[in-house]
T-cell receptor, first 115, second 112 residues
Framework: NAGVTQTPKFQVLKTGQSMTLQCAQD?????MSWYRQDPGMGLRLIHY???????DQGEVPNGYNVSRSTTEDFPLRLLSAAPSQTSVYFC??????????????FGSGTQLSVL | GENVEQHPSTLSVQEGDSAVIKCTYS??????FPWYKQELGKRPQLIID?????GEKKDQRIAVTLNKTAKHFSLHITETQPEDSAVYFC???????????FGKGTTLSVSS
């Protein structure tokens, strides 16, 4: 099993550009989520999904869109990139739910810079 | 929603000393409290967790204690080693009990 795979690992964008961060898992996990990590701010939840066709907002959803058309994939879309979205992004998944006592498996992260 | 506060933000200890990191949570309905360790440049990984029906849990040199009345839980690392140097995150569940909300992290430095 590859686990949780994130692409790309690094990305530089100009303000106003859009892009999609990819996340895929091969563990048949129902729950998937996106976090951003900024110095001194910890891991902040952007969006999450408890299954295909179901998504919900986390702590910092503004400026981001998600969809979950398959169990395996959970892409994160930046609609119009802003410098404030410069961050390291982690995708994480678990069998049923992140808050329900299941171990979260993290991807290796995407380092995004918005100029 | 759930708010998880973590202290201290940085902690420096000598090898062999003990380290304690404390977290408080706001939602009394929260019932699951994991701790994640993130080494430099790596992804976070679960090291220990506790559920609200248990007061303490140990795994070799690490332990977690939970005080539901006071709504706080702590990570204890004994006999610290240089490889314990990392950022440690506590977490609690959101109001729906679905997602994990993390604290801001504690950077632990163990010097030999």
């Amino acid at each position: 099993n590859a686990g949780v795979t994130q692409t790309p690992k690094f990305q530089v964008l100009k303000t106003g550009q859009s892009m999609t961060l990819q996340c895929a898992q091969d563990m048949n996990h129902e729950y998937m989520s996106w976090y951003r990590q900024d110095p001194g701010m910890g891991l902040r939840l952007i969006h999450y999904s408890v299954g295909a066709g179901i998504t919900d907002q986390g702590e910092v959803p503004n400026g981001y869109n998600v969809s979950r058309s398959t169990t395996e994939d959970f892409p994160l879309r930046l609609l119009s990139a802003a410098p404030s979205q410069t961050s390291v992004y982690f995708c994480a998944s678990s069998y049923s739910s992140g808050g329900g006592g299941e171990k979260l498996f993290f991807g290796s992260g995407t380092q995004l810079s918005v100029l | 929603g759930e708010n998880v506060e973590q202290h201290p933000s940085t902690l420096s200890v000598q090898e062999g000393d003990s380290a304690v990191i404390k977290c408080t949570y706001s939602d009394s309905a929260s019932n699951y409290f994991p701790w994640y360790k993130q080494e430099l440049g790596k992804r976070p990984q679960l090291i220990i967790d506790i559920r609200s029906n248990v007061g303490e849990k140990k795994d070799q040199r690490i332990a977690v204690t939970l005080n539901k009345t006071a709504k706080h839980f702590s990570l204890h690392i004994t006999e610290t080693q240089p490889e314990d140097s990392a950022v440690y995150f506590c977490a609690g569940t959101d109001q729906a009990g679905t997602a994990l909300i993390f604290g801001k992290g504690t950077t632990l430095s163990v010097s030999s």
